[in-house]
């Protein structure tokens, strides 16, 4: 019931957070200059040709009551329709979340058992070159942004060794096509997030290797590998799944950037094309949507440091 309690307060918080966001995007997408008026009749029409079609859009409502319009129709499950094609905005997300969630899925399924393997085995062998060559390498693709890893890689793999496709497409049919599709996306994403998770890694291990038991079972002559893997790790186990979790909700800065750049059909490229033709409901419910996930993995981010430390279970 403690645990239950305390799960609760940290989803009410998010709920909260959330609505507070809400007001946040709906301000923001508003006060850029324009709107899908613009982008549906074009620069050279008369000024009551765009009064008539805003009236038709609902864009003459006062700011509050197209905000409780629209937050009426996220609570209900309608974020509203498309301004531009007319279509309802949950049928356009729909698709583009799912390429987005095989994409991440994708990055995840290679980044964390690499990151790891790396900080599990750089806290064994700390003070070696080993040690050192991998922080150093980490620091270096932390502080390189992924759009200029992107660039480097279509120039290098996609434009002089024609090795993969410049373009990513959400199919998988068969290992060969996967590899076209998927490589250059995914080791763009994997580097900064590998790298980032791989560091916690290591200092969520390196904090508990400086323990008194563990260093009365050193005296004891355990050997190192041992010391990690069956003393250290189990209880290093919540600060790196924090980890994680963590580094899993920064993708989403990296996916927005990726996907532009190699045209991949996701939610972050179809909110893109939403700002270029101001197409308000779409914008924000991507946004939400962003937010949303983001939250739900600090969530668990926040859940697994309860559950992994007794002091915090207790209180």
Known sequence: MLMLGMIVRRVLGGLLTLLLVSVVVFVGTNILPGDATEAILGQSVSPE????????????LPAHERYLRWLAGLLSGDPGVSLINRLPVAQLIG???????????????????????????????????????????????????????????????????????????????????????????????????????????????????????????????VRPARLVLHHALRNAAGPIANAVALNLSSLLGGVIIVEVIFSYPGLAKLAVDAV??????????????????????????????????PRLRTR
């Open 276 to 309: 270029e033709t101001r197409d308000m409901p779409l914008v924000q419910a991507c946004a939400m949507i962003f937010c949303a996930t983001f939250m739900l993995l600090v969530l668990v981010a926040d859940v697994c440091s309860i559950l992994s430390n």
């Open 49 to 60: 040709a765009v009064a008539g079609l805003r009236k038709a859009l609902g864009l003459d």
């Open 95 to 221: 698709p583009r979340f799912a390429n987005s969630l095989l994409l991440t899925a994708l990055t995840a399924a290679v980044a964390v058992p690499l990151a790891l393997l790396i900080g599990i085995t750089t806290a064994i062998w700390r003070g070696t070159l080993y040690d050192r060559v991998a922080n150093v390498t980490a620091v270096s693709l932390v502080a390189v942004p992924e759009f200029l890893l992107a660039t480097v890689g279509v120039m290098l793999f996609a434009v002089q060794l024609h090795w993969v496709s410049a373009l990513a497409k959400p199919s998988i049919g068969s290992f060969t096509e996967a590899l076209q599709n998927f490589t250059l996306p995914v080791l763009t994403l994997c580097f900064a997030v590998t790298a980032q998770m791989a560091r916690m890694t290591r200092a969520a291990l390196l904090g508990v290797l400086d323990s008194s038991y563990i260093e009365m079972a050193r005296l004891k002559g």
